[in-house]
């Protein structure tokens, strides 16, 4: 299973992927300086797909996790924006809309929005994808 976290202001915010519920989805969790969790782990998604190789970045008081997701027929991937203790600021959004496949999200903070690039795939060709995401309230 692919996991992810990154550095806050104040704790760690890490996600992964995890089968327990009998389909794999994402999960996140603060954890603190001192290592020690913070709260109860939190399902971030919950489609009838497969959620996976999640990634993550740090946005203020937002976590940014990007994750691929097959729950429209095709490999897209998705974001999803958690608040403190992982509290769901807004739906999940698929971020790409390739016509066969997309993957490998990979995301970046600025300190004002988030950067995001994947891949998208038909065919023989593949191409490089990138998009600055506003942080939604």
Known sequence: YA????????AWAIAWQDGRDGNDEIYFQEVGADGVP??????VTSSAGISWMPVIAEAGARTAIAFMDNRSGSLQVWLAMVGPGGAEIRDEVAASAAPEM??????????????????ESEASSADIMFAVLGVCP
């Not at 996991?3 to 104040?10: M, N, P």
């Not at 913070?38 to 399902?43: A, H, K, L, T």
């Open 3 to 10: 996991a992810a976290g990154a550095w806050g202001a104040s």
């Open 102 to 119: 997309a993957g490998v999200p990979t995301l970046s903070w600025t300190g004002s929005a988030i950067g995001m690039t994947w891949t």
């Open 38 to 43: 913070s709260g109860p782990n939190v399902r």
